[in-house]
């Protein structure tokens, strides 16, 4: 057997376990070296490719589809700062639990740490942030080499999902020449399959659920309480909103939820879901008032910084985080309990089992009318020019049913949380919470419209100008996505913090504005561009680029400064309200 048959059977056997274990999108880079992966993938009938030409560009987009599809997805590059371009992708796949399966092509042995080209350290590349990292052999093509390719073909696909999911990295070493022959007789095939079954073993792997004595002792410790929270921070489980509404509803408890849970979408009971507290938990008076007896939360930490600080002023208060696998996210560093359960079968067996004690009948009412009061002044009203919580509120009534809704951070996300309300619409709504970076939203938002399925990216002109290069996706596949592209000039997030005062230093360091004519970019990529002056212009845009095929940008120009100062309003208002009422 010569040197490319090996290469072939062997690169093949392992693609070919890829889709064995479910493997269905790959997102390609460019390179000679990794001619070997790329070109199998592609010659594979049960894997979709994906041709992106920047590698940081590259890996966000597979992070997209990873989100919207809750799959595997491979990413292929070759050696070099080409691999190291996926690591702000790989850092937040890793916190946002992810599964992507990296594999990157490496110079074989004896072309390393000898000066020859694009030949850098690639072992353990990306540190700790991969769930596993594998060294894989030279090609061979013995049956014992074909079967470890598709043992560590199998297990990378398993790594990734099991637990909590996220990124693993396969570095191949690959000798030239680098051209795969694939006129190669029965080249899917494993040539023994009884040497299969030994090196490929089927995995069951279930869900973790409390048995029934520890339900009990949870509900003995939730007894002595009459004031209970529950909050909803990011996920993404299809069957957690109905479980966690009907167990509220039973226990008479709010629901914090923040709009990343996916609880406040969709056709479950939501009249205990309270979607304001982000406004009104902004004022101290009001955040000592509400204290609680206990706060159960399910999924990550909300994005809400003022339910931090009701966190952390509440720090006596009894907090139990529920994961489904084990894991540390409690930032505030209080006293914690922690479940480790499937979020959805602890719901069902809470709600099944006793109501832990006799709730306090007014506490629900309060949040209700907090939450009322504030729904009120953040829906009135209407500006000459359109605000940034206007471009929310407009765009939540009418984005498509069944359309995911992609967000930006910084100010996009926050103006989410403030101003997505109810609504019986299925909106799944995707952000890159993790590192909560800027970097590689728009290469996210149009991995996330691989699927068919609309697509609706919001997101600051600063994010938007960082990733510039995720346009060409939407191009060169003709991808159906709306982007709303907040441009206040700058930063507008740091308007709402205390270096704003610095007025010497602070637009130069902060305020950082751009001045970019957006719209010559829009076209360079082949898309359509509108600019939204009104909430009522943006509604009809957003009709109208929702029946347009392929990519359109909305483009909504707002001051950073009055934005403050309107967000800052509205605030006052309902806190004025709420205070007035409880005197």
């Known amino acids: 057997m010569n040197h490319t048959e090996k290469l072939t059977r062997y690169t093949a056997n392992f693609v070919d376990e890829l889709t064995k274990s479910g493997l269905t999108d790959v997102v390609i880079s ?168 030994k090196s490929v073993n089927p995995i069951l792997d279930g869900k973790k659920c409390l048995a029934e004595q520890q339900i009990r002792q949870l509900l003995e410790k939730l007894g002595s309480g009459q004031r209970g929270v529950i909050v909803c921070g990011p996920q993404t489980d299809p069957d957690f909103p109905a479980a966690v509404t009907d167990l509220a509803n039973k226990w008479g408890l709010p629901v914090l939820a923040d709009p990343l849970s996916q609880v406040r979408t969709g056709r479950h009971h939501k009249d205990q879901v309270i979607e304001g507290y982000d406004a009104f938990l902004r004022n101290e008076s009001i955040r000592k008032q509400m204290k609680p007896d206990y706060i159960i939360r399910f999924g990550a930490m909300p994005v809400s910084k003022a339910y931090l600080f009701y966190v952390k002023e509440h720090a006596d208060s009894r907090q139990y985080i529920v994961e489904n696998h084990t894991g540390y996210r409690e930032p505030t560093g209080n006293v914690t309990e922690f479940i480790f359960a499937d979020p959805v079968m602890l719901c069902k067996d809470l709600t099944a089992a006793e109501t832990p004690c006799d709730v306090d009948t007014g506490w629900l009412g309060m949040w209700q009318e907090m939450n009322r009061i504030s729904k009120k002044h953040l829906l009135n009203g209407m500006e000459d020019a359109i605000t940034e919580g206007e471009v929310v509120r407009g765009l939540c009534e009418v984005i498509p049913e069944d359309s995911t809704l992609y967000v930006g951070n910084s100010m996009a996300i926050r103006d989410v949380d403030t101003f997505l309300m109810t609504t019986k619409k299925f909106i799944p709504i995707l952000a890159n919470r993790g590192a909560n970076g800027i970097d590689g939203i728009v290469s996210s938002g149009m991995g996330a419209a691989t699927t068919g399925k609309p697509v609706t990216l919001l997101l600051g002109d600063l994010s938007f100008f960082h990733d510039m290069n995720g346009l060409l996706a939407a191009k060169h596949y003709k991808l159906n996505i709306t982007i709303i592209l907040v441009n206040n000039n700058g930063g507008g997030i740091f308007s709402f913090l205390p270096q704003s005062n610095d007025k010497k230093h602070f637009e130069a360091l902060f305020g950082t504005p751009a001045d970019l004519e957006f719209e010559k970019a829009i076209t360079m990529y082949g898309g359509e561009y509108a600019l939204a002056a009104t909430e009522p212009q943006l509604k009809e845009l957003l009709d109208r680029s929702y029946q347009h095929e392929g990519l359109s940008v909305i483009e909504v120009k707002t001051d950073r400064t009055e934005n403050v100062e309107w967000h800052r309003a509205k605030w006052h208002a309902i806190e004025k309200e709420i205070l007035q009422d409880r005197d």
């Open 30 to 197: 460019p390179g000679s070296r990794s001619t070997p992966l790329a070109l199998t993938f592609t010659e594979h009938t049960a894997v979709k490719e994906w041709i992106i030409i920047d590698e940081r560009s590259a890996a966000f987009f597979a992070l997209g589809i990873a989100k919207e599809t809750n799959r595997s997805v491979a990413l292929v590059c070759t050696s070099g700062t080409a691999a190291a371009n996926y690591f702000p992708a790989i850092v937040e796949a890793h916190y946002s639990r992810v599964p992507l399966i990296v594999l990157t092509a490496d110079r074989p042995h004896e072309l390393r740490d000898i000066g020859a080209p694009q030949a850098i350290e690639q072992l353990k590349l990306y540190g700790d942030y991969p769930k596993w990292f594998h060294e894989m052999a030279l090609p061979e093509g013995t049956p014992e080499m074909l079967a470890y390719a598709r043992n560590k073909a199998a297990r990378a696909v398993y790594m990734a999902l099991e637990g909590n999911p996220g990124p693993v990295h396969l570095n191949f070493p690959f000798r030239e020449p680098l051209n795969p022959d694939f006129s190669l007789h029965n080249l899917w095939a494993f040539p023994a399959a009884e040497q299969l079954t």
